[in-house]
């Protein structure tokens, strides 16, 4: 089984960082890539980062600059530095990753239960 547990949110005043981290238990799965999405209130859910198992990153434009991400030794830590933060990047945020059986050629998605991001004017 795959199960996803997502830290570091929290409240954060404008201008400020945020490092948030999802570690995933995987058994007899390999992961195929890790990313984040986010859902702002009002609006639907966005893609916001990943990481694939080669080690390329994709980062949204309308953070690009702003957030990074990792992972750790083990790959399966993902990692999602947030600087200079927006009351715009309100939201909650998403752990998100691609893992299959190999051989099997059919991948599953998973998601973690969302971490609340707050920032303040």
């Known amino acids: 089984q795959v199960q996803l547990v997502e830290s570091g949110g929290g409240l954060v005043q404008a201008g400020g960082s945020l490092r948030l981290s999802c570690a995933a238990s995987?058994?007899?799965?390999?992961?195929?890539?890790m990313g984040w999405y986010r859902q702002c209130p009002g609006k639907q859910r966005e893609f916001v980062g990943r990481?694939?198992?080669?080690?390329?990153?994709n980062i949204a434009d309308s953070v690009k600059g702003r957030f990074t991400m990792s992972r750790d030794a083990t790959n399966n830590t993902v990692h999602l530095q947030m600087n200079s933060l927006k009351a715009e990047d309100t939201a909650v945020y998403y752990c998100?990753?691609?893992?299959?059986?190999?051989?099997?050629?059919?991948?599953?998605?998973?998601w973690g239960q969302g971490t609340q991001v707050t920032v303040s004017s």
């Open positions: 995987v058994r007899s799965f390999s992961i195929r890539a």
């Open positions: 990481i694939s198992a080669d080690g390329s990153t």
């Open positions: 998100n990753i691609r893992s299959a059986r190999p051989p099997a050629p059919a991948e599953s998605v998973h």
